[in-house]
């Protein structure tokens, strides 16, 4: 019955232990996003390519006819601060319909031009912005939440 006790008094301290002084150093906080972040510490990009996302695809009207023969429309371009576009690259799956893109995709990347959602975090060093995104026609729009995109930049 002694052993038992001993031994049971040691894992209690073990236990313990492990508790007060290993799991902190295991288990360090991740800063996720913060708005009011102070100097030295990161911009999360995930709220501005989360705006863009949607800004966009609020802004594609597919006609549902059209929408079907497509399976995949690649989008890419950058941002600079100021909220202009360049760069537009759009790609479509199959290939040949990429007609149906061009009169429907190009349109609303050049309507984001100069908009709200184009606006770079606050307190940002970047000069310019790629986006990517890869649009799948179907019945329902799919909106997009911040927590989708992972993009910080360290602020000295």
């Not at 079907?68 to 601060?81: Q, W």
């Amino acid at each position: 019955m002694k052993i038992f006790r001993i031994i049971l008094l040691l894992c209690v301290i073990i236990f313990t232990w492990t508790i007060v002084f290993l799991a902190p150093k295991m288990h360090k906080p991740i800063r996720i996003e913060n708005p009011d972040f102070e100097a030295g510490q990161t911009v999360a990009w995930n709220t501005w390519y989360s705006s863009v996302s949607n800004a966009l695809l609020g802004s594609v009207h597919l006609p549902q006819n059209e929408a079907v023969t497509l399976k995949n429309i690649y989008v890419k371009f950058e941002v600079d601060k100021a909220g202009n576009i360049d760069n537009i690259s759009v790609r479509t799956k199959p290939a040949e319909n990429f007609a149906t893109a061009e009169k429907y995709v190009l349109p609303a990347i050049e309507g984001l031009q100069g908009k709200p959602a184009l606006k770079f975090p606050p307190k940002s060093k970047r000069e310019t912005a790629s986006y990517s995104i890869i649009l799948v026609p179907g019945a329902k729009t799919q909106y997009t939440t911040p927590s989708e995109f992972h993009d910080y930049e360290k602020i000295n």
